[in-house]
């Protein structure tokens, strides 16, 4: 009976903890080279976000968006890493919409898995994010997506049949201008200096 209870105490406490299987094993992530689900998503509540997606009602769905490429965080407020990179990515931001090549043709968007609009507007304030930050209070998305660890970006490339997966990974981003040089050749656009 002793021998038993190691085993039982120890799965209990890996469930208890939390721990999750990595990105590999989970299930439903979309993969590059395949399609991304047309989500449809709450109406972002700032106008300068809705002006930016090119988007006036709501809810629309991610194919709405009048963009070529489009760059997809799933963050939370609650995630560690997601603060720390909150900066680089906003350096992200900056850079594609000082770039008249990319601007108009490269869209970036995050959406907080289990954040409530209050959330999402507790991180857009704390680390002055200019770009749309979109609610998933009810983990709804996220589930779509395969329940993804945070961060986690996903690069779309628009093609007539949908989404195109062109880049889907975990982590940090870690260079910013790299990682934009990645989207670019990616999505085929000259990025200009």
């Known amino acids: 009976m002793k021998l038993l209870r ?3 105490m120890l799965l209990f406490l890996l469930c208890i903890s939390g721990y999750r299987l990595p990105a590999p094993f989970a299930q439903n992530i979309p993969a590059e080279g395949g399609m991304f689900p047309d989500l449809k998503l709450p109406l ?10 090119k988007i006036d009602q709501g ?9 070529e490429v489009l760059i997809v965080e799933i963050f939370s407020i609650y995630c560690p890493i997601c603060q720390k990179e909150a ?13 008249p090549e990319i ?7 995050a959406i907080g898995a289990g954040n409530s609009l209050y959330e999402v507007d507790a991180f857009r304030n704390l680390f002055k994010v200019k770009f749309p930050l979109i609610p998933d209070g009810d983990f709804t998305i996220h589930k779509i997506l395969g329940e993804v660890p945070t961060p986690y970006f996903f690069v779309l490339l628009k ?35």
């Open 103 to 109: 601007e108009s043709r490269v869209k970036l968007l």
């Open 6 to 8: 190691i085993p039982v």
């Open 59 to 67: 809810p629309f769905l991610l194919s709405q968006i009048d963009s």
């Open 87 to 99: 900066p680089v990515v906003n350096w992200l931001f900056r850079a594609i919409s000082a770039n």
């Open 159 to 193: 093609k007539p049949t949908g989404m195109k997966v062109v880049y889907s990974r975990e982590g940090c981003i870690d260079d910013a201008e790299a990682f934009l040089e990645l989207v670019c050749a990616k999505a085929g656009i000259t990025k200009v200096e």
């Open 44 to 53: 972002p509540p700032k106008m300068l976000e809705r002006e930016y997606l």
